[in-house]
T-cell receptor, first 115, second 114 residues
Framework: QQQVKQSPQSLIVQKGGIPIINCAYE??????FPWYQQFPGKGPALLIA?????SEKKEGRFTISFNKSAKQFSLHIMDSQPGDSATYFC??????????????FGQGTELSVKP | DTAVSQTPKYLVTQMGNDKSIKCEQN?????MYWYKQDSKKFLKIMFS???????INETVPNRFSPKSPDKAHLNLHINSLELGDSAVYFC?????????????FGQGTRLTVV
């Protein structure tokens, strides 16, 4: 119930394409859904995040779509660039005091954007 | 200035040894975490501390002992290292321990047990 399932495991697109990464969860107590980007040899860094009362959030070329009834959310990268090549993680957390702000991560998607 | 810094970045050691990883954050956050990233890049929380108090211990073996001397530091000591402990360990911090508070991660410590 505390799992977040992410797909695909890897993704290759051409420059300018729109990669889409999907995540699904079971626990309806989750109320914060961030996406993290990780480059090789670096720690994950927050990219964009959404709350379940919003169906879509856009920041620059990155958009989260959120479907509360289906318990699914996805990341879209518009006009993808080679510099977007990284591993992307969806995550979830719940606003319960004893959960300590912990993030439950998906399995990660390795994105490669070809020039 | 590095927001969350870990030392060392690389650690190679033999089975059975004891080792420590240090973490410091200069963001003024009151909550710090240790996450483990395995060889398949899966990230899983190990511990969470809020104001030096242990909040989360995700059924981590007793060989792992976190220590928080103050709000800005969270160190991880590992006793009797095993081959399966090889992974990348990330320290992170956030303002508050509730959902919605951005977690900032360090650059990671790659631990290799031989």
């Amino acid at each position: 119930q505390q799992q977040v399932k992410q797909s695909p495991q890897s993704l290759i697109v051409q420059k300018g394409g729109i990669p889409i990464i999907n995540c699904a969860y079971e626990n309806t107590a989750f109320d914060y859904f961030p996406w993290y980007q990780q480059f090789p040899g670096k720690g994950p860094a927050l990219l964009i995040a959404i709350r379940p009362d919003v169906s879509e959030k856009k920041e620059g070329r990155f958009t989260i779509s959120f479907n509360k009834s289906a318990k699914q959310f996805s990341l879209h990268i518009m006009d993808s660039q080679p510099g977007d090549s990284a591993t992307y993680f969806c995550a979830a957390s719940m606003g319960i005091d004893n959960q300590g702000g912990k993030l439950i991560f998906g399995q990660g998607t390795e994105l490669s954007v070809k020039p | 200035d590095t927001a969350v810094s870990q030392t060392p970045k690389y650690l190679v050691t033999q089975m059975g040894n004891d080792k420590s990883i240090k973490c410091e954050q200069n963001l003024g956050h009151d909550t710090m975490y240790w996450y483990k990233q395995d060889s398949k890049k899966f990230l899983k929380i190990m511990f969470s501390y809020n104001n030096k108090e242990l909040i989360i211990n995700e059924t981590v073996p007793n060989r792992f002992s976190p220590k928080s001397p103050d709000k800005a530091h969270l160190n991880l000591h590992i006793n009797s290292l095993e081959l399966g402990d090889s992974a990348v360990y990330f320290c992170a911090s956030s303002h508050g321990r509730f959902a919605g508070s951005e977690a900032f991660f360090g650059q990671g410590t790659r631990l290799t047990v031989v």
